[in-house]
């Protein structure tokens, strides 16, 4: 059973991954590449916060969001 949205996504996340490493395609032009970048930092941040995310919520209670 999914607890929150961060299970849903970590959920979405393995699986994306997984398929990921099995498909390249060439990167021919910056917007390409750039998109290809975005991602990929997409996926450490999500991995970061999968293992710290009691400093992101306190963070964002710092803040006043939470």
Do not use: C, H
């Amino acid at each position: 059973m999914i607890k929150s949205n961060l299970d849903a996504f970590a959920l979405a996340y393995r699986w994306l991954e997984a398929q990921v490493g099995k498909q390249t395609k060439p990167l021919n032009t910056f917007t390409e590449a750039l998109e290809a970048f975005r991602t990929a930092m997409s996926y450490r941040f999500f991995d970061w916060l999968t293992l710290n995310r009691d400093l992101f919520a306190s963070y964002k209670d710092s803040l006043g969001y939470i």
